[in-house]
């Protein structure tokens, strides 16, 4: 905290001590149960433990691979095994097929040989054994592009894409919040959370109208495979590939690192012969899965049948083992259960973590749950829209348990350490927590923000009048190096940064629970108005390609 700010928190505090008392000032700090949290979470982690067996122990988690569904299992033991009751695997879907890799591998073979850095895009088929053909490069946006490829890709190894211009430099390898930036944070941004451009999205809805057609077409003119540059600086990053509804074959298709990819496509461009080896395994599993979310419950006492949740998202993408994205918020949420449960403490609430999955794919684990337990609207009529585009329109029906449901804190936005918290404009919640920040304040904890912060899984919450918070992090190499890239493995997490946001996460769950009142709570959402229909699969028109 920065001079300023130190002096305007003490004159906060002297006037408090002689003004009529504010509700937020009245706020109990169990500054005991604080210090007690800080001793287990230092002293007897166990969150660096956690965070190995998630990604070393089961490597990727794509939602509804056996890898994932093993690891929610692993979850579900470990969380019973120190005392929490009502341990779980919470099943919801239907999903679709699973997919998991199992073995890929490309090299260019002319003009002259080397290894490529490739990582398949999650659902593309796999090749059954090492193909080889010709090199060429195209980019496929629209159907006029379509036709202008048509009948030249026969047996080629199509180069997707155009030459990526490659950036000098990079950002420092510890990015950390500036006590100037936490400032900047804490004003209060009047746009809220931004709707997507619709100029944007008509074209983002464009292309993906079309994407079903241009997987048609790449079948139809029997392409080897597609190499689609994605990462640089040894990265390379993935997600989703064809729609997992759809039964279509496809064809192999993967990311490989720009500086390769350019250098291939520069290759062919000059008229050089050259050739690509793709060798890519994967495993296709039941046609409609049923996924499932992670629950357990630390029970409460006097209001027991109210709740207080925490967690974050067990699922991950593929190219690297998720470790912070998100094994590092698994095993914060866990760790601040297990400190809890450890010391002996019974909350006046229950405590309730929850692991989700799905999120990767729209936030859907946990807007399956909260669908099913606290408050729904009509689901979304068929389209081509991607599911995390999708936005349910009709009135909302409130369940019994959305009354009980006191708060949900949400961590997921790397491994870095926690500097404060979005209080998603709840001005009184706000204050509360700035008050509940204050045995943290030598960790770092210092900032509360109005500001909405999204896409992640907390909004399933906050979209329904359920307080749902997400909290500031250090983004450390999240955005840099290791968001949905083959980087994201164990090895690059910050020990310090997670014991500490246990801890932090601890104290927020253990407040919420034993307040006198639940949280307070903003008005309750109205209904959305209508989307605009996605656009037919039709000709890109120029300007927006």
Excluded: C
């Excluded at 592009?145 to 510890?174: F, H, N, R, S, W």
């Excluded at 919420?512 to 028109?541: F, S």
């Amino acid at each position: 905290m920065n001079t300023a700010r130190r002096l305007v928190a003490l004159a906060a505090v002297l006037q408090l001590a002689t003004a009529a008392p504010l509700a937020a000032a009245e706020e109990a700090v169990d500054l005991e149960i604080a210090t007690r949290i800080r001793q287990e979470a230092f002293a007897r982690s166990q969150v660096m433990d956690l965070a190995r067996e998630l990604t070393d122990g089961f490597g990727p988690r794509l939602t509804a691979s056996p890898e994932a569904e093993r690891a929610n299992a692993w979850a579900k033991e470990k969380l019973a095994s120190w005392g929490l009751v009502n341990a779980q695997l919470e099943p919801w879907g239907p999903f679709g097929e699973g997919w998991s890799m199992e073995r890929a591998a490309a090299h260019q073979t002319k003009p002259w040989a080397a290894p490529l850095t490739v990582v398949p895009r999650a659902w593309a088929p796999g090749t059954d054994g090492p193909l080889r053909g010709l090199a060429v490069v195209a980019k496929i946006e629209s159907e006029e592009d379509m036709t202008a490829q048509k009948g030249k890709l026969a047996g080629k190894v199509l180069l997707m894409g155009e030459v990526v211009p490659i950036p000098l430099g990079d950002k420092p390898t510890l990015d950390r919040y500036t006590e100037q930036e936490l400032d900047e944070l804490e004003a209060f941004d009047t746009a809220g959370r931004r709707a997507i451009d619709p100029a944007r999205r008509a074209q983002f809805m464009r292309r993906f109208a079309l994407r079903n057609k241009i997987a048609a077409f790449l079948v139809a003119e029997k392409v080897l495979a597609v190499l689609e540059p994605a990462g640089t600086a040894g990265q390379v990053s993935t997600t989703g590939g064809r729609p997992r509804e759809k039964g279509d074959p496809g064809v192999p298709w993967l990311h490989v690192r720009a500086e390769q990819w350019n250098r291939l496509a520069r290759l062919a461009q000059a008229g050089r012969e050259v050739e690509v080896e793709v060798d890519v395994k994967v495993k296709f599993t039941a046609p409609e899965t049923m996924p499932t979310n992670v629950l357990a419950d630390l029970p409460g006492s006097d209001k027991r049948g109210e709740v207080v949740m925490l967690g974050g998202h067990i699922d991950s993408w593929h190219a690297g083992t998720g470790a912070a994205d998100n094994a590092a918020g698994v095993a914060v949420a866990m760790e601040a259960v297990r400190i809890l449960k450890s010391l002996g403490l019974t909350p006046k609430r229950t405590i309730r973590v929850a692991l989700w999955s799905g999120e990767e794919q729209g936030l859907l684990g946990a807007r399956a749950y909260v669908s099913k337990h606290l408050a729904s609207r009509p689901p979304a009529p068929p389209s081509d829209t991607p599911p995390w585009m999708q936005r349910p329109t009709g009135p909302l029906t409130v369940l019994p348990e959305h009354a009980l449901v006191s708060a949900y804190f949400n961590f997921d936005n790397g491994g870095g350490k926690i500097r404060g918290i979005y209080a998603q404009q709840n001005v009184a919640a706000a204050k509360l927590f700035e008050r509940w920040l204050e045995p943290y304040h030598d960790l770092g904890a210092t900032a509360v923000t109005l500001r909405d912060t999204g896409s992640t899984d907390h909004v399933a919450f906050d979209d329904v009048g359920v307080p749902g918070f997400q909290f500031i992090q250090d983004e450390v190499e999240y955005e840099s190096r290791m968001h949905h890239r083959n980087l994201d493995e164990y090895d690059r997490l910050q020990e310090a940064d997670l014991k500490q946001a246990a801890a932090v996460m601890a104290g927020f769950v253990w407040q919420a629970a034993n307040r006198p009142e639940r949280l307070p709570r903003k008005p309750m959402p109205k209904d959305p108005p209508a989307q605009p229909a996605a656009p037919a699969a039709t000709a890109t028109p120029a300007a927006a390609k």
